[in-house]
């Protein structure tokens, strides 16, 4: 008798800028084997010459966002929509349904192929986008908002100032909280990232 395929979990990690959501996903990756699916690379993907958000851009746009190999040439698809937030908001009516259903396709192979742990899923704007109601929990990485300001000064050389911008533009530390199931504190080092992980695994039976 053929044994059912045990549940592999999608689950979003989110959180902001500079909370280390890269050093979470490269953890889950590689010693928890979780497969990991990452939001921009797959827009990007989509918007390679033949793919579905590429065809869309084009159609919308026109041939002169192309550079000479007949790729989207993103400085000049940047300069027709920012700072124009209709044309930005078509823009993102095209690419963020598309990344969406390829997402929910990619899980499903992995699902199909049933060979990692969970599938991980992050995203710039995972809650704004609406990814919980397609992922099975969302878990928030939270870092302190001086830390952040640090992390990015130093490892990005943003200025102060910078980050402290793009930290207003993202969602407050209650709204991460209020959707997310879990939260992952960041604060520390990565051994404390990685205990805080095994838990988790031990509690879900995902090993």
């Given amino acids: 008798m053929k044994q059912n395929k045990k549940y592999i979990p999608a689950i979003g990690i989110t959180g902001g800028v500079g909370s280390g959501k890269s050093v979470v996903m490269d953890l889950l990756e590689k010693e928890f084997g979780a497969a990991v699916i990452l939001a921009d690379l797959v827009a990007h993907d989509l918007m390679e010459p033949g793919a579905v958000s590429y065809r869309q851009i084009v159609a919308e746009f026109g041939t002169e966002i192309l550079d000479g190999e007949g790729r989207i040439h993103r400085p000049s698809l940047s300069k027709i929509v920012f700072g124009h937030p209709e044309r930005l908001k078509r823009l993102n009516e095209i690419t ?25 899923v992050e995203a710039a704007l995972l809650i704004e986008n609406g990814f919980e109601e397609i992922l099975d929990e969302l878990w928030y990485v939270y870092v302190k908002e001086e830390t952040r300001i640090h992390r990015l000064m130093e490892g990005r050389g943003y200025s102060e100032e910078k980050s402290r911008s793009i930290m207003k533009q993202q969602l407050r530390d209650g709204e991460f909280r209020s959707h997310c199931s879990r939260v992952i504190d960041n604060n520390q080092d990565v051994d404390s990232l990685r205990v805080q992980l095994t838990q988790i695994f031990e509690e879900k039976k995902l090993f």
Avoid: C, D, Q, T
């Avoid at 990619?106 to 599938?119: N, T, Y």
């Fill in 96 to 120: 963020h349904p598309n990344v969406k259903e390829e997402i929910l396709a990619r899980i499903a192979r992995f699902r199909e192929e049933g060979k990692v742990s969970m599938v991980a």
